[in-house]
């Protein structure tokens, strides 16, 4: 068949061209236009199936009312590896397509390939297409993991067409497709992993999940920026994202739930990077927590709450003095939160960072998002830059406010107990957050606002 001309449609107003240009000729917006396929290519039709420019034929379709269509929940099966599980909302579901994004060497290939395995031993069929590895280092891995006698169907393969046509010919109920960027459509000219290819290549693979029934998980690249390389419409197209987070260093991993149409969001699975794959942490609550003989100046532990579980993370910040720019930087945590925090700190509490760097960081490589995390962030700080440690077994948690009111977090109680278990015995909280009754070993000082916290912090080391 031979090659239609290429054609490159701006993505902002959908004008084309058949050259790439920087600038789209129609709109005047810069670096919009990718390679599309061209409509001739297509069958004469547009990815929706529409012809272009012709008046629109067929009769109108039926519509019903919500309350007369039945509510079907959908069937999950689990696949076996419960943390992945629990991101997943339950287990994976029919014709669902998930993608899982995250840095190299962070283990997607090892857990999918567990999971693979885990399903195949449940009587299902499995695909995994590896465009990255050859079979044979697939193979020296799964000896690695102690699955060599697996069933799991291996396809190297980075060719959409074939990939494609074997989806259709052996319709598994389950196929992961490591990874997207390595993928490559015929119908385009453009390189796999660029813009083009990655969103051709997923729309393809999303439609003929939903029609085999086959369920589908891409893996996807991470840029150093953070986001999913290729572009963003990936994450719309597909049914649920994964992120794996965590420090390529420590053992700890950490899978998070950043959007699933068949689950609750923000959910995490939690596993540890062993001689033999990835094994789940049920219990993590302290994985976060470094080490100390003695109290440190700069260390505060902040109790936060992913998903459904409290887990307790050391916050970390080193206060010294910068040049003419001083420096704020921070991992894990909102830079601009920082910001906010210092200068929250300065007009409240009067304590000035202004000509200081300032360095926070959530040990471990976990990312925290939660406002909750503001005043362990705060007194951090505030014990670095006075190089006083916070008193043994000292927990905090609340949000703050621009008027450096402390705000209240979600479910205070269970937070409180979770810390008091692993054996901490002072706590700073927001007001409304204070149990009505005693927690057992926990002495609870409640504040309203940042000073009073200073003040408490102050009177206790
Ligand atoms: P991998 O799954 O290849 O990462 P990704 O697909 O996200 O790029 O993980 C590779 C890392 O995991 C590698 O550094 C080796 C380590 N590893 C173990 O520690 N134990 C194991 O059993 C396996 C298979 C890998
Ligand atoms: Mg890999």
Not at 93 to 114: A, C, H, N, R, Y
Not at 289 to 298: I, N, R, T
Not at 389 to 408: H, I, K, S
């Amino acid at each position: 068949m031979a090659k239609e001309k290429t054609l490159y449609t701006c993505t902002e107003c959908g004008g084309t061209s058949a050259k790439w240009l920087g600038k789209c000729p129609h709109c005047g917006a810069w670096n919009t236009l990718v390679e599309t396929v061209p409509e001739a290519a297509a069958g004469g039709r547009n990815r929706y199936g529409a012809r272009p420019h012709q008046p629109l034929a067929g009769a109108a379709a039926a519509v019903t009312a919500l309350a007369d269509i039945e509510a079907a929940d959908v069937a999950r099966t689990p696949t076996g590896i419960e943390e992945l599980d629990r991101v997943l909302g339950g287990g994976i579901v029919e014709g669902g397509v998930v993608l899982i994004g995250g840095d190299p060497g962070i283990g997607k290939s090892t857990l999918l390939l567990q999971a693979l395995d885990a399903l195949q031993r449940a009587q299902m069929d499995t695909l995994y297409v590896t465009g990255e590895e050859s079979g044979a280092q697939v193979a020296l891995r799964s000896r690695r993991l102690g699955i060599e006698g697996s069933q799991v169907q291996v396809l190297a393969e980075i060719q959409l067409e074939k990939i494609l046509a074997t989806l259709d010919a052996l319709r598994p109920a389950v196929a992961v497709i490591d990874s997207i960027q390595t993928l490559y459509s015929d119908q385009l000219t453009s390189a796999p992993g660029s813009v083009a290819q990655v969103r051709e290549c997923a729309a393809h693979l999303t439609r003929a999940a939903k029609s085999g029934g086959t369920a589908i998980v891409l893996v996807g690249h991470v840029t150093k920026e953070g986001a999913l390389a290729g572009p963003r419409v990936l994450e719309h197209m597909v049914d649920t994202v994964l992120y794996f987070e965590g420090d390529t260093h420590s053992a700890y991993r950490l899978v998070r739930a950043i959007k699933n149409r068949f689950g609750a969001v923000n959910e995490i699975g939690v596993f540890a990077m062993t001689e033999r794959g990835l094994r789940g942490v049920s219990n993590p609550s302290a994985i976060f927590l470094s080490q100390h003989a003695e109290p440190v100046p700069g260390s505060c532990v902040l109790v936060t709450l992913e998903g459904t579980r409290p887990l307790l993370v050391e916050i970390q910040a080193l206060v010294d003095s910068g040049g003419p720019s001083p420096r704020r930087l921070s991992v894990g945590l909102e830079r601009d939160r920082l910001a906010m925090l210092l200068a929250v700190l300065h007009r409240h509490a009067g304590v000035a960072c202004a000509d200081q760097d300032v360095f926070v960081n959530a040990v471990g490589g976990v990312r925290i998002s939660e406002p909750a995390a503001d005043l362990a962030v705060i007194l951090a700080i505030a014990s670095s830059l006075r190089a006083k440690p916070l008193p043994r077994g000292f927990v905090a948690f609340g949000e703050v406010g621009l008027a450096g009111e402390v705000r209240p977090a979600p479910r205070g109680q269970e937070r409180l107990r979770e810390a008091a278990k692993l054996g901490f015995s002072v706590a700073v909280v927001p007001r409304a957050n204070a149990p009505k009754r005693p927690i057992e070993g926990l002495e609870i000082h409640p504040v309203e606002r940042v000073e009073e916290a200073m003040d408490v912090v102050r009177r206790l080391q």
